[in-house]
């Protein structure tokens, strides 16, 4: 039987539903307006948590809807996979149609939002890009 020489421990690896985790947290949730849950709450959207957890968890699952085109079945596997909720498609279907004015609200924030001043890439024009119809030559 062989001996090892050295120990090895094991390489732990991220599952691709910890990354996505990471950038949801790091990268969408701070672009969104303070108030976006609490708003949920006042809309009446999200009263109690039938499955989900908050309402971010709420639009995670809408934008992944809107931005995979699901159809609602893979819709409510692919949230228990992730774990993100343990509600039925149908169940699903019910949260999108009572999310309507906060969703509405929430792109109007986010339309209404000033972005920072970023100045547009410049590209010089050489003359030889220009060049005149052939009924004019």
Not at 6 to 34: F, G, I, V, Y
Not at 39 to 49: D, N, P, S, T
Not at 70 to 99: E, H, K, M, P, Y
Request: proline share 7%; hydrophobic share 45%; aromatic share 10%.
């Amino acid at each position: 039987m062989p001996v090892r020489s050295h120990h090895t421990l094991p390489t732990t690896s991220l599952q691709a539903a910890d990354l996505l985790d990471d950038a949801w947290t790091t990268e969408l949730l701070p672009r969104l307006p303070a108030n976006f849950q609490t708003k949920a709450h006042e809309l009446q959207v999200f009263q109690r948590a039938r499955g989900l957890a908050s309402p971010s968890d709420l639009l995670r699952g809408l934008l992944a809807y809107a931005l995979h085109g699901f159809s609602s079945r893979a819709w409510g596997a692919w949230a228990v996979l992730i774990g993100l909720a343990t509600i039925s498609d149908r169940a699903w279907c019910g949260w999108l149609r009572r999310a309507s004015p906060w969703l509405l609200w929430l792109v109007g924030e986010l339309l209404a939002a000033e972005l920072p001043a970023t100045p547009l890439p410049t590209r010089q024009l050489g003359a030889s890009c220009w060049s005149m119809p052939h009924a004019y030559r």
